[in-house]
């Protein structure tokens, strides 16, 4: 069974810029999530989808950062426009359904600001 | 919000030696889930706990659900190289509309050779 796949798996910007990250959760989970990694710390939830429609988003700064899943399937994270204080490793996850919370984590994309 | 405490934040020890890693929360949690994470890897799944005084073994390790099912533990007997890595306890409710996974800081630990 093929994995969740994340690209890219680096990627470096200069503050202000824009930057997209991609998800695609293993085939047939109906919940997806994004977390942001700050060096050194736990994953903290950005924004969480059943299916195409949002669960929970409220820890995602929301002037900066959207997110979207279309179709259900993948899933694509931007931030615009970035601050240093973006810097982190952002993890997409899969579960099966909501209510059994056995997540499946991609290796995440590692984003440095300058 | 509801908040997880992971004590140590570092850990550093022989191999062979025995160790414990806590999770604790002023919140009641529906379950309770222990994630391991290597560099440059996603968490990985060890073992997930449901019912308050629940005990799951998995080899060298037994984690613990506490009886009032807010906080938790994960003891490692007989450590080795290979346990060295992040440790993450993350908190499930499946109350309301959330089903939300909520991580710990987690507890980074090096076992040297």
């Known amino acids: 069974e093929a994995g969740v796949a994340q690209s890219p798996r680096y990627k470096i910007i200069e503050k202000r810029q824009s930057v997209a990250f991609w998800c695609n959760p293993i085939?047939?989970?109906?919940?997806l999530y994004w977390y942001q990694q700050i060096l050194g710390q736990g994953p903290k939830l950005l924004i969480q989808?059943?299916?195409?429609?949002?669960?929970?988003d409220s820890q995602l700064p929301k002037d900066r950062f959207s997110a979207e899943r279309l179709k259900g399937v993948d899933s694509t994270l931007k931030i615009q426009p970035a601050k240093l204080e973006d810097s982190a490793v952002y993890l997409c996850?899969?579960?099966?359904?909501?209510?059994?919370?056995?997540?499946?984590f991609g290796q995440g994309t590692r984003l440095t600001v300058v | 919000t509801q908040l997880l405490e992971q004590s140590p934040q570092f850990l550093s020890i022989q191999e062979g030696e025995n160790l414990t890693v806590y999770c604790n929360s002023s919140?009641?949690?529906?379950?309770l889930q222990w994630y391991r994470q290597e560099p440059g890897e996603g968490p990985v799944l060890l073992v997930t706990?449901?019912?308050?005084?629940e005990v799951k073994k998995l080899k060298r390790l037994t984690f613990q659900f506490g009886d009032a099912r807010k906080d938790s533990s994960l003891h490692i007997t007989a450590a080795q190289t290979g346990d060295t890595g992040l440790y993450l306890c993350?908190?499930?409710?499946?109350?309301?509309?959330?089903?939300?996974?909520?991580f710990g800081k987690g507890t980074k630990l090096s076992v040297k050779p």
């Open positions: 989808f059943q299916n195409n429609g949002v669960v929970d």
């Open positions: 706990v449901v019912t308050g005084g």
């Open positions: 085939s047939g989970h109906a919940t």
């Open positions: 993350a908190g499930v409710n499946y109350g309301g509309s959330q089903g939300n996974l909520i």
């Open positions: 919140s009641v949690f529906s379950s």
């Open positions: 996850a899969s579960s099966l359904v909501r209510w059994n919370t056995e997540a499946f």
